[in-house]
């Protein structure tokens, strides 16, 4: 089955300063890719996708990329804020399979 | 529209004991889900459900049964809960397939002593 990684687990920035995170997938099936936010306390929160017909995607400070041929795909924030700090769940599937989620990478915006 | 609920919200079992917990969702999703989610451990597909009286089994099945006997209600049981189970569990719902974004309900914070 579908095996997804991601890295870092935990990772500080400075407010305005730009954050990556990455995850790598095992099945060359998938061709679905969604990130979640989840904020302390709270549900997580789909934030943006990418399809396997698409290399990148934006809306507004956030960004995806995909390689297929490597396997992995990125999470970019620009010009983060403090609300910008929770936990971050990447995700993989393809249409029969039901998602599989990343460990998750705890964000922390420094003022 | 409420959206996903989960009840209870909180609740504290001793092992061995069973409980259901239940989830709703009004928004006329096919597609159901439960998770449970552990430090470090992300979210864990428990089972799933694509459309009413069907159910499947996740990544982390064992100890739970579920049943999906109304399409906007789906329900998990632990019939003998063990300390292992203690966990937020999250329900969600898709309209469709995998490709639809997934709502999550509040979460259940479930500890067994």
């Known amino acids: 089955g579908e095996n997804v990684e991601q890295h870092p687990s935990t990772l500080s920035v400075q407010e305005g300063d730009s954050a990556v995170i990455k995850c790598t997938y095992s099945?060359?099936?998938?061709?679905?890719f969604p990130w979640y936010k989840q904020e302390l306390g709270k549900r997580p929160q789909l934030i943006i996708d990418?399809?396997?017909?698409?290399g990148e995607k934006k809306d507004q400070r956030i960004a995806v990329t995909l390689n297929k041929t490597a396997k992995h795909f990125s999470l970019h924030i620009t010009e983060t804020q403090p609300e910008d700090s929770a936990v971050y769940f990447c995700?993989?599937?393809?249409?029969?399979?039901?998602?599989?989620f990343g460990k998750g990478t705890r964000l922390s915006v420094i003022a | 529209n409420a959206g996903v609920t989960q009840t209870p919200k909180f609740r504290v079992l001793k092992t061995g004991q069973s409980m259901t917990l239940l989830c709703a969702q009004d928004m006329n999703h096919e597609y159901m889900y439960w998770y449970r989610q552990d430090p470090g451990m992300g979210l864990r597909l428990i089972h799933y459900s694509v459309g009413e009286g069907t159910t499947a089994k996740g990544e982390v099945p064992d100890g739970y049964n579920v049943s999906r006997l109304k399409k906007q209600n789906f329900l998990l049981g632990l019939e003998s809960a063990a300390p292992s189970q203690t966990s937020v569990y999250f329900c969600?719902?898709?309209?469709?397939?995998?490709?639809?974004?997934?709502?999550f309900g509040p979460g259940t914070r479930l500890t067994v002593l």
């Open positions: 099945d060359s099936a998938s061709n679905y």
């Open positions: 995700a993989a599937a393809s249409g029969n399979t039901p998602l599989v």
């Open positions: 969600a719902s898709s309209y469709s397939t995998t490709y639809n974004e997934q709502f």
């Open positions: 990418i399809r396997s017909n698409v």
